[in-house]
């Protein structure tokens, strides 16, 4: 049986992105389960070959119908690019476009049933604003402008824990308000289904709380008695196993002992911190809600190391073999 063919976008060509891909590349371990071939420019990768010492032979394709079983880089480049003049580790609306552009061409393959996955490497909001794309802020922004789905939310996942997140790019503030006992049923039922489909078959989400201590029973806030545990009870009379709301600061180490399969953080840094603390070098995020599959690194464009040699390709090491076991239902 042939291995299923996987988009890496390079992501913004002035940060590390061409570095990850060229020590990931030169590692075997990608080519085992899957077929992964770059979304991207090859400049930037000659760059990051020459900075790193890594040689690999890259071969242009136009398709990933092309794409064969073969070591070093297989590159799809979109047309109409200019990189003349780049500079690494500094923000232009030209490494911006192309972030876009190269994201944006590997979810059109997959939604035209070409490929079936695409892992990403970091794009830089400021130069995807500079480039035009003014409502899109990231990764997440563009898929919902292009798949048109109504319901997608962000899952970070590192060894032994995974977090969805009930919202990642609000203000604390504007967070807060969203929490409210419809987006959570939401939330709870999307995690539900995505970890089935990616393989975990009876999963246990357990809710985090809110408010400190996980409200004191309304004297340090309501939201967990008027919106969250109405929620999970919500949840569980749908046959789901949702567990909580438990105080953020221990669910996510009962968590990591292995009470629960998942968490529902209730914003960005109560899930993101948990995650980076307990393992960041392995950590990766993947999209729910969308038809296909999409797990990214889960870091930035380290534009100030960029182009120094010191970047680490462990996080897409770990999220092309996540998208790879989500392809064959083996998440673990």
Not at 29 to 35: L, N
Not at 108 to 124: G, M, N, S, Y
Request: glycine share 8%; aromatic share 4%.
């Amino acid at each position: 049986m042939s291995k299923p063919s996987i988009a890496v976008t390079m992501g913004d060509p002035a940060g590390i992105g061409a570095e990850i891909v060229v020590r990931a590349f030169n590692n075997p371990v990608i080519f085992e389960s899957a077929q992964p071939f770059v979304v991207g420019s090859p400049q930037p990768l000659l760059q990051a070959m020459q900075q790193t010492g890594i040689e690999l032979p890259i071969q242009p394709i136009s398709s990933p119908e092309q794409c064969k079983a073969q070591p070093g880089i297989q590159l799809l480049t979109p047309p109409g690019l200019n990189l003349e003049g780049l500079k690494q580790g500094c923000v232009s609306a030209a490494a911006g476009h192309a972030a876009v552009s190269y994201f944006e061409t590997a979810v059109d393959l997959c939604l035209h049933k070409r490929l079936a996955a695409v892992v990403t490497c970091p794009i830089h909001k400021e130069a995807v604003h500079l480039a035009g794309y003014l409502n899109d802020i990231g990764h997440q922004e563009i898929l919902a402008r292009m798949t048109g789905s109504a319901l997608t939310a962000t899952m970070l996942m590192t060894h032994g824990l995974k977090v969805a997140h009930l919202s990642t790019h609000k203000s604390l503030a504007d967070a807060v308000r969203y929490v409210r006992k419809p987006v959570i049923v939401e939330k709870l039922h999307l995690t539900a289904s995505s970890l089935r489909d990616w393989g975990v078959h009876q999963p246990t989400i357990a809710v985090a709380a809110l408010n400190p201590h996980g409200g004191e029973g309304g004297m340090l806030g309501r939201e967990e008695i008027e919106e969250i545990a109405p929620a999970v009870s919500e949840a569980c009379a749908a046959g789901l196993d949702i567990r909580g709301p438990y105080p953020a600061d221990s669910i996510f180490y009962r968590a990591i002992k292995g009470e629960f399969d998942a968490v529902l953080a209730l914003y960005h840094d109560q899930g993101h911190i948990a995650i980076k603390v307990h393992n960041f070098a392995d950590s990766i995020t993947a999209t729910m809600g969308i038809p296909f599959i999409r797990t990214s690194v889960d870091h930035g464009t380290a534009f100030d190391i960029a182009g120094q040699n010191l970047a680490d390709e462990t996080g897409l090491l770990r999220a092309i073999d996540a998208a790879s076991a989500m392809l064959n239902q083996k998440l673990h």
